[in-house]
Structures are given as C-alpha cells and as structure tokens.
C-alpha cells in the first residue's frame, strides 16, 4: 500500500492506533482468506480492495468531496444508497465488526451493549476509521433501542448526524412513515448536496443500485451446487464489500466472479468435496472484519452456502421496480423494496423465518446456523421462535450467541463441530 499517512492526519485519525488496527486486520486476513485452497481468481479483486480498504478507497473518496460530490455514511440497510445516488453522493456502510475502543466506548455505554455498537463507539472514540471521518452527513436509524439510544450519544461527537425514524409494524401507517422518512432524507440530502433530485438522476440511482443487487443474486444463486464454486468466507467478503466500493465497479467485479463460478459449477469444481455439509447462517449483521463465526464453521467441515442477514440476502434481494417516471411514483416503489426488509426490530416478523425455510430449500442446506450478538435483544428473542419454526419443518439449528472476543472461540468451535456430526449422521 501506497503511503497514505498525510491523508489519514488530514482526516484527524489517530496514526499510531489506526496503524496498530491495519496490522491486526492484515495479518487476520491472510491468516483467514488467503490460506484458504481452491479460491476462485475472481477474488483477487476483492482481496485488493481489502488492501486498500483505508487507502485507495479513501483517496478515491476525497477525490469525490473535492469534485463537489457529498459522503453519507450510515449503520443500517433501511438507508437507502438509490437516494443518496441521486444526488450523486457516495454512499459508505460504517464498518462496525472489530473489537476495538471497547474500554472508551464503556464509559460512554453501559458494558451490556451489544458488540455491534459498542465498535461504533470504538471507531469513534479512537479516531481510526477514515470512512466515518470523511463523511458530510452520517445517518442513523431508530431500529433497534440499543442503536437509537446510543445514537443520541453520538451525534454530539459526529458533525452532521440524522436521524432517520423507522417503523416496527409492517402496517399501512409504518409505511407511511417509511416514505415520509425518505421524503425527508430526500430533502436532507439536496440541502447538503446542493442538487436537485430530478426523476432522472433517481432513475439513474436505482438502475446502479438495482444492477448491484442483480449481480449478488447471481452470485447467491451459483451457490446452490454441490461442490459450492465459493467458500462462504469469500462470499460474506463479498457482502461486505457490497457496503463500501464504488457500486459500478463492484457489480462488474461480481458480475466476473459469476461468469468464472459458473464455469466451475459446470466443471463440478468447488472449495470443498461435494457432499461437504452445507448451512445457512441467519441473524445479525456481520460488519467487517467480523469474520470469527463463519471462520470457525468452515473449519469444522462444512460450507456456508448463505447469509440471512443485513451483510448478505436482507440487503441483496429485492429490486426497485424501475416502471415509474415520476418522483413520487419511483419513492414508492424504493419504499415497496425496502419495507420489505425482515430485521427483527419488526413485530411481529413471521417472513424471516419462512426466507430462512426457503433458504434451505433453494440451496440445499443440511441446516441452520443462528448468530446473535450478545445483548441484541431482537435476534435473541426472536431466535427461539425461529429454532422452534425450523425444527418443526425437520430443518436442524444451532443457536449461538457471541460478542467480538476470541475467547470464546474453543467453545464455539465444539458446539459448530457436534452440531456438524450430528448432520452428518442424518
Ligand atoms: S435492518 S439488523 S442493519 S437494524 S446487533 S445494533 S439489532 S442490538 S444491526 Fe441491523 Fe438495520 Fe436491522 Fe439490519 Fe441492535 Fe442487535 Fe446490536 Fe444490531
């Protein structure tokens, strides 16, 4: 990587820590991705952006603000990247998977705050994350109480907070809030941006969107073979990606990866012998470099074949309808697409059980693996309905809570590992 010190003291970071952060992040990506046999080519592209994730990508941003262009950061897939496109602003996911900044971000939160939060504060605490520091606007959505809450301890550290309401009932009146809410962040963004949103420019934003969520589905859809063509390790690198890249780049970049996997599939190569237990991991998101679960699951003989999270299928499926012509008419069609979301800050929330059922089915899974952050009351709960649901349909589920530590891991390990025998005897 190039030296970019000069730009990372511009934005305010703290040299020495960020430096201490990039080398624990290097040296856990080789030990994780680059180690792993049989990857497909197509992930060199994506091991780079990974070596340039605070670099080049950086810099490409900074290049952006100084054409004029506006950076808006946020923490939740309800936010959508069509809107902020069309203003022709660069939309960023704030990264929140490492456990850094835990002991400063607890004088600000209670210890019992989920791990996801908590990293939030430790990016921001430490001065460490160059995404979050160059963004103009940094919006943040009331899901669930733990991030609302933690929100209004935020804004007065981030300079241009929003915080955008969000409904908990899929009814007509949370609806209704979720179009006025992006009516607002329409406006928000045009006042900081300083351009119009024209049908155009909007049309223009959901094509891009769309086209990147066409390439994902593409990509999930190839993993349905036995031998699966991609380890799920590669293919949540990809879904994390998904949240930071230039989004034309990204789709091509997805778009090759599929036409070398498919040719795999036809070959009947993949990254583990056929007949390789095969799972679904649903629950919460995994931000990078959140990668201790499925590191763990694909080291105890098996593959995963799918994400039901916010970082994998809740932010890939689901296309806006691009028919209308009008703002009005295409705001609700962005609406129709995202309310269809399944995060269990919804009540009740019976579609993400029957996904994950569908899951299964589609890509032939042995079962399924249920992750929940410690303290994410959302997930918890609503994981022993959907162990209950699953079981009932004869579909095997292990429910695993953790945080960001390692010190669990020899623990998680034996409970992934008897978990798989126990498959493999079915
Ligand atoms: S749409 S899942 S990205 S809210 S892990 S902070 S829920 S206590 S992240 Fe999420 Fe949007 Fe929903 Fe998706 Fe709270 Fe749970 Fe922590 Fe969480």
Not at 107 to 119: G, V
Not at 155 to 175: C, H, I, N, T, W
Not at 205 to 226: C, F, P, Q, Y
Not at 304 to 332: A, F, N, P, Y
Request: with cysteine; hydrophobic share 40%; net charge negative.
């Amino acid at each position: 990587m190039a030296d970019y010190t000069k730009m990372w003291q511009d934005l305010g970071l703290d040299i020495e820590s960020h430096e201490a952060l990039l080398s624990v992040l290097g040296k856990a990506y080789a030990d994780i991705f680059l180690v792993q046999k049989n990857r497909p080519e197509g992930m060199k592209y994506f091991d780079f952006v990974m070596s340039e994730v605070h670099g080049l990508r950086i810099k490409e941003i900074m290049d952006a603000k100084a054409q004029g262009r506006i950076v808006v950061g946020s923490y939740c897939t309800f936010v959508p990247e069509e809107l902020v496109l069309a203003v022709d602003g660069v939309a960023v996911g704030l990264c929140a998977g490492a456990e850094f900044g835990f002991e400063a971000a607890e004088t600000l939160l209670p210890r019992n705050t989920c791990s996801l939060i908590k990293s939030v504060f430790g990016f921001k605490l430490g001065r460490v994350c160059p995404y979050l520091e160059s963004c103009d606007i940094v919006v943040g959505e009331n899901t669930c109480d733990g991030k609302k809450k933690a929100y209004e301890i935020l804004a007065p550290l981030v300079k241009d907070f929003y915080v955008m309401d969000m409904p908990q009932v899929k009814s007509e009146m949370g609806r209704k809030l979720l179009r006025e809410e992006y009516r607002k962040f329409m406006a928000k963004l045009e006042m900081e941006s300083g351009k119009e949103i024209t049908p155009a420019s909007l049309k223009r934003g959901i094509e891009i969107v769309n086209e990147k969520r066409k390439a994902m589905l593409r990509l999930n859809a190839l993993r349905a073979a036995d031998p699966t063509p991609i380890s799920g390790l590669d293919a949540l690198l990809i879904n994390q990606v998904f949240f930071h890249d230039d989004p034309v780049r990204f789709t091509d970049s997805v778009n090759k990866i599929c036409d070398e996997l498919e040719i795999r599939v036809k070959d009947h190569t993949g990254v583990a012998p056929k007949g390789t237990t095969r799972l679904i991991v649903s629950g919460c998101p995994m931000a990078v470099p959140n990668w201790k679960v499925p590191m763990l699951i694909e080291s105890s003989n098996a593959v995963i074949v799918g994400e039901e999270s916010c970082v994998g299928e809740r932010s890939t499926r689901w296309l806006t309808d691009v028919k209308g012509s009008t703002i009005d008419e295409m705001l609700d069609a962005i609406v129709d697409r995202y309310f269809n979301i399944d995060c269990a800050i919804f009540t009740p929330n019976p579609s993400r059980v029957n996904h994950v059922k569908e899951m299964v089915k589609d890509l032939h899974a042995n079962g399924v693996i249920h992750y929940s952050l410690q303290f994410c009351q959302p997930y918890i709960i609503e994981s022993n309905p959907v162990e209950k649901e699953l079981e009932k349909s004869h579909i095997p589920t292990l429910r695993l809570e953790t945080d960001y530590s390692q010190e669990d891991t020899g623990q998680l390990k034996t409970r992934i590992e008897a978990f798989v025998e126990r498959l493999k005897k079915r």
